[in-house]
């Protein structure tokens, strides 16, 4: 199976320091690539890369078969495909839920309004909150808004979903609810990169954990190699500040675990 992204030899600066270094990383569709590292690492330069957020400075990336970095590249119909949701919800305030949900499929892909109604409530639905659909944005709990901003993207019926530490915002017992839908879409088949400090969620959702320092890729490893035997010293470094996750029970077959 040919690859949905591609990165390929991939740098990327602010100003003289070089934030991400000769990357590397290929992703098949319907793959769940887990990135970790620690704070400043580049994991997240990398996703908005990715999304047209941010400018490469040299290399390669590939979406579909397609050169991202040329400079013809439309990123806002990109965008369509690459939906992203970030620690922010970035909700409007002034506008209810489903009108948030809309704006996209009808404003910007210009789709019929009963076809994408149809499509959000559905989506509201699946993750519970259907009943929300005429609140606003400060009705609404964090992990709620989170979940609403995930639909939103769906909405767009994007190729592949970018996680961005999103729960990073949220208080504990908030995180749950928002993790259980990103579990959804893994067991559908979903295309998904996602950064995250939740260990145990990356071991029970990830195909591949990519583990990132300084910019570059260290490591790419099946989370069962990665919790358990990591390849390199620094990987193992950052894993001791998390040995409890090497006692959970291996579950990366079935996608699913029991979250605090």
Sequence with gaps: ???LIEFNGFNKFFGE????????????????????????CGKSTLLRCLNGLEVAHSGSLKFAGRELLDKATDWREVRQQIGMVFQSYHLFPHM????????????????????????????LAR????????????ELSGGQQQRIAIVRSLCMNP??????????????EMVKEVLEVIQGLAREGMTLLIVTHEMAFARAVAD????????????QNPPEI???????A??????????YVAALPKTTQTKELELP
Excluded: Y
């Design 234 to 243: 620094r990987a193992q470094q950052f894993l001791e500040k998390f040995s």
């Design 17 to 40: 320091q070089q934030v991400l270094n000769g990357i590397d990383l290929h992703v098949k569709p319907g793959e769940v690539i887990v990135v970790l590292g620690p704070s400043g």
């Design 159 to 172: 190729k592949v979903m970018l996680f961005d530490e999103v729960t990073a915002a949220l208080d504990p």
């Design 1 to 3: 199976m040919s690859a």
């Design 127 to 138: 993750v519970g909150l259907l009943d929300k659909r005429d609140a606003f944005p400060r």
């Design 96 to 123: 209810s839920v489903l009108d948030n949900l809309l704006l996209g499929p009808v404003k910007v892909q210009k789709r019929e309004r009963s076809d994408a109604l149809a499509q959000a409530e559905a989506l």
């Design 208 to 219: 591949r954990i990519v583990f990132m320092d300084a910019g570059r890729i260290l490591e």
């Design 226 to 232: 990665f919790f358990t035997n990591p390849q390199t």
